[in-house]
């Protein structure tokens, strides 16, 4: 929980200075992004392994989220900031220019070669090599290669009831031990 409440100070105080640059500082969505760099990283690997990779993700599932969070409907203090900070017709814009993006390497030297018993039924949603995308009205994100700490951490929330934007994840992963959960993330990390 501290380390949470860090992250949501020190997103506003990151969110405030970007927010500071004049306009003319620089054109386009781009520049307005760069923010995003300070904690999704500027090649698009985080420095933190708890925040998503994003660059390279699914566009729909990054409108969807953006807009949670402008809503309300998915809530973190940084996000929401972000989110609110964005102009409802920019939020297109700013998903189609991380979804653009490459996808970045990153190497678990912990990951599961085989899948665990569980990986069937996340590929009913998230297609059969995980890329998500076509299931949920396209809003079904990437979860091949993304971080193990952020997937767990995910999984968690959504089965403790703390994240509630997606009540099937919700429901399906209420069901899972922790353990399963943890086997599941080792396992997509290494995609």
Sequence with gaps: MAKTRLLDILGAIVLAAALAVPANAADGIE?????????????GAPGDPTIPIIWGQQQAYLEKQLREYKSGDRDSQIMSSMAESLKT????????????????HHSDD?????????IPT???????????GSAV??????????????????????????????????????GLAATEREAIARYLSGL
Excluded at 89 to 104: K, S, T, Y
Excluded at 110 to 118: E, L, Y
Excluded at 142 to 151: D, I, K, P, V
Aim: overall charge neutral; some cysteine.
């Design 110 to 118: 912990g990951a599961a070669k085989s899948p665990p018993d569980a």
């Design 31 to 43: 520049a307005k992004l760069q923010i995003c760099g300070s904690c999704h990283g500027k090649d």
């Design 89 to 104: 017709a920019e939020i297109p814009d700013v998903a189609a220019f991380f979804a653009a993006g490459n996808w970045p």
């Design 137 to 174: 009205g396209g809003t079904t994100p990437r979860l091949a290669g993304q971080t193990r700490a952020y997937l767990v951490e995910a999984m968690q929330s959504f089965a403790s009831g703390e994240r509630g934007n997606s009540g099937d994840m919700s429901a399906l992963l209420k």
């Design 122 to 132: 996340c590929q009913t949603c998230h297609q059969a090599n995980f890329l998500g």
